[in-house]
Protein backbone atom coordinates (compact mmCIF):
# COMPACT_ATOMS: atom_id res chain seq x y z
CA UNK A 1 0.00 0.00 0.00
CA UNK A 2 1.42 3.48 -0.87
CA UNK A 3 -0.12 6.59 0.69
CA UNK A 4 0.86 10.13 0.33
CA UNK A 5 1.42 12.54 2.49
CA UNK A 6 3.46 15.88 3.30
CA UNK A 7 6.74 16.57 4.87
CA UNK A 8 5.85 18.86 7.82
CA UNK A 9 9.43 18.55 10.26
CA UNK A 10 12.44 16.35 9.19
CA UNK A 11 15.06 15.62 11.69
CA UNK A 12 18.27 13.33 11.40
CA UNK A 13 16.75 10.99 8.82
CA UNK A 14 13.43 10.58 10.47
CA UNK A 15 10.00 12.34 9.01
CA UNK A 16 7.22 13.52 10.39
CA UNK A 17 4.64 13.24 7.44
CA UNK A 18 0.83 14.03 7.46
CA UNK A 19 -1.12 12.41 5.89
CA UNK A 20 -4.81 12.42 4.62
CA UNK A 21 -7.36 9.39 5.99
CA UNK A 22 -7.81 7.46 2.76
CA UNK A 23 -11.65 8.74 1.44
CA UNK A 24 -12.68 4.05 2.49
CA UNK A 25 -12.15 5.59 5.88
CA UNK A 26 -14.41 8.48 5.75
CA UNK A 27 -17.41 6.53 4.38
CA UNK A 28 -17.24 4.42 8.19
CA UNK A 29 -17.91 6.64 10.30
CA UNK A 30 -15.96 5.73 13.40
CA UNK A 31 -13.97 9.27 13.91
CA UNK A 32 -17.08 10.86 14.62
CA UNK A 33 -16.10 13.97 12.33
CA UNK A 34 -12.57 14.18 14.33
CA UNK A 35 -9.89 15.79 12.39
CA UNK A 36 -8.95 13.84 9.00
CA UNK A 37 -5.48 14.00 9.22
CA UNK A 38 -2.89 12.00 11.07
CA UNK A 39 0.90 12.95 11.81
CA UNK A 40 3.33 9.20 11.53
CA UNK A 41 6.94 9.53 11.73
CA UNK A 42 8.59 7.38 8.85
CA UNK A 43 12.53 6.65 7.80
CA UNK A 44 13.61 8.79 4.73
CA UNK A 45 14.97 12.15 3.41
CA UNK A 46 13.23 15.08 2.63
CA UNK A 47 12.46 18.72 3.24
CA UNK A 48 9.69 20.03 5.37
CA UNK A 49 7.16 21.05 2.29
CA UNK A 50 7.81 17.83 0.35
CA UNK A 51 5.33 15.85 -0.72
CA UNK A 52 7.00 12.39 -0.29
CA UNK A 53 5.09 8.36 -1.03
CA UNK A 54 5.28 5.73 1.63
CA UNK A 55 5.07 2.23 1.30
CA UNK A 56 4.29 -0.43 3.27
CA UNK A 57 3.35 -3.73 1.87
CA UNK A 58 0.19 -4.98 1.49
CA UNK A 59 1.37 -8.09 3.58
CA UNK A 60 2.05 -6.33 6.29
CA UNK A 61 -0.78 -3.81 6.30
CA UNK A 62 -3.03 -7.40 6.22
CA UNK A 63 -1.22 -8.98 8.95
CA UNK A 64 -1.24 -6.44 11.12
CA UNK A 65 -5.04 -5.56 10.80
CA UNK A 66 -5.42 -9.70 11.56
CA UNK A 67 -3.11 -9.16 14.35
CA UNK A 68 -4.99 -6.44 16.19
CA UNK A 69 -8.99 -7.23 15.38
CA UNK A 70 -8.28 -11.24 15.43
CA UNK A 71 -6.62 -11.74 18.91
CA UNK A 72 -7.95 -9.72 20.73
CA UNK A 73 -11.47 -10.92 19.85
CA UNK A 74 -9.66 -14.61 20.29
CA UNK A 75 -8.50 -14.16 24.00
CA UNK A 76 -11.93 -12.18 24.83
CA UNK A 77 -13.91 -15.29 23.18
CA UNK A 78 -11.62 -17.95 25.11
CA UNK A 79 -12.02 -15.75 28.17
CA UNK A 80 -15.87 -15.87 27.56
CA UNK A 81 -16.11 -19.32 27.46
CA UNK A 82 -13.16 -20.24 30.29
CA UNK A 83 -15.41 -18.15 32.74
CA UNK A 84 -18.73 -19.93 31.86
CA UNK A 85 -16.94 -23.45 31.78
CA UNK A 86 -15.05 -23.13 35.23
CA UNK A 87 -17.19 -20.73 36.99
CA UNK A 88 -20.28 -21.75 35.60
CA UNK A 89 -21.57 -17.81 36.11
CA UNK A 90 -21.93 -14.82 33.58
CA UNK A 91 -20.33 -12.39 35.91
CA UNK A 92 -17.18 -14.64 35.52
CA UNK A 93 -17.34 -15.11 32.00
CA UNK A 94 -17.66 -11.22 31.19
CA UNK A 95 -14.52 -10.59 33.84
CA UNK A 96 -12.54 -13.16 32.55
CA UNK A 97 -13.83 -12.14 28.87
CA UNK A 98 -12.36 -8.92 29.79
CA UNK A 99 -8.40 -10.05 31.16
CA UNK A 100 -8.46 -12.23 27.96
CA UNK A 101 -8.85 -9.36 25.87
CA UNK A 102 -6.59 -7.68 27.67
CA UNK A 103 -4.19 -9.59 28.07
CA UNK A 104 -4.04 -9.81 24.24
CA UNK A 105 -3.55 -6.32 23.56
CA UNK A 106 -0.97 -6.32 25.99
CA UNK A 107 1.25 -8.94 24.41
CA UNK A 108 0.51 -7.66 21.12
CA UNK A 109 1.66 -4.47 22.69
CA UNK A 110 5.19 -5.99 23.42
CA UNK A 111 4.95 -7.67 19.99
CA UNK A 112 4.31 -4.65 18.55
CA UNK A 113 7.95 -3.16 20.41
CA UNK A 114 9.50 -6.03 18.75
CA UNK A 115 8.57 -6.09 15.26
CA UNK A 116 8.59 -2.73 15.18
CA UNK A 117 11.99 -2.61 15.33
CA UNK A 118 12.32 -4.43 12.17
CA UNK A 119 13.04 -2.86 8.60
CA UNK A 120 10.62 -5.19 6.70
CA UNK A 121 7.63 -4.26 9.47
CA UNK A 122 9.14 -0.03 8.96
CA UNK A 123 7.14 1.81 6.34
CA UNK A 124 9.46 3.61 3.85
CA UNK A 125 9.65 6.59 1.45
CA UNK A 126 9.70 5.58 -2.18
CA UNK A 127 9.04 8.57 -3.56
CA UNK A 128 9.57 12.56 -3.10
CA UNK A 129 7.92 15.62 -4.81
CA UNK A 130 9.71 19.12 -3.80
CA UNK A 131 6.70 21.41 -2.86
CA UNK A 132 6.56 24.76 -1.64
CA UNK A 133 2.81 25.25 -1.44
CA UNK A 134 1.19 26.04 2.39
CA UNK A 135 -0.96 23.18 3.13
CA UNK A 136 -3.57 22.77 6.32
CA UNK A 137 -2.23 21.86 9.44
CA UNK A 138 -1.97 18.29 10.57
CA UNK A 139 -3.33 16.99 14.27
CA UNK A 140 -0.19 17.20 16.28
CA UNK A 141 1.85 19.73 13.92
CA UNK A 142 3.74 22.44 15.47
CA UNK A 143 1.78 25.48 13.71
Known amino acids: MIRTGRVVEAEQGRLKVCFDRPETCEKC ?3 MGKAHKELVTVAGEAFPGDTVEVELPDS ?5 SFLMYAVPLCGFLLGLILGQVLIGTDLAAALLGLAGLLLTYGALHLFDKKIGKRGDWQPRVVAVHPSGAQHETCKGEKS
Request: hydrophobic share 50%; glycine share 12%.
Open 29 to 31: GAC
Open 60 to 64: RVLKA
